[in-house]
């Protein structure tokens, strides 16, 4: 019974992109700014580029579900 529990659990890649994007906008080092030109809110990491946006983290993740 357990062992079905455990496999029965899938993750859609629109899942996998949200988690992805997540733990990017979190990690270590990352900090947030609201963009004065746009008013979006941005993410940088500690060597000051910014965090891709979601769409960026969905083609991976497409991209890592077709492949398995």
């Known amino acids: 019974m357990n062992q079905f529990a455990e496999n029965s659990f899938i993750r859609y890649p629109e899942q996998t ?3 992805m994007l997540a733990e990017a906008q ?3 080092g990352v900090s947030c ?3 004065p030109r746009t008013y979006r809110i941005e993410y940088l990491t500690a060597d000051g580029e910014l965090v ?3 769409s960026h983290f969905l083609n991976l993740a497409l991209h890592r579900h077709g492949a398995a």
Do not use: S
């Open 26 to 28: 979190h990690a270590p």
């Open 33 to 35: 700014r609201m963009n």
């Open 17 to 19: 992109a949200a988690v």
């Open 52 to 54: 891709p946006n979601y």
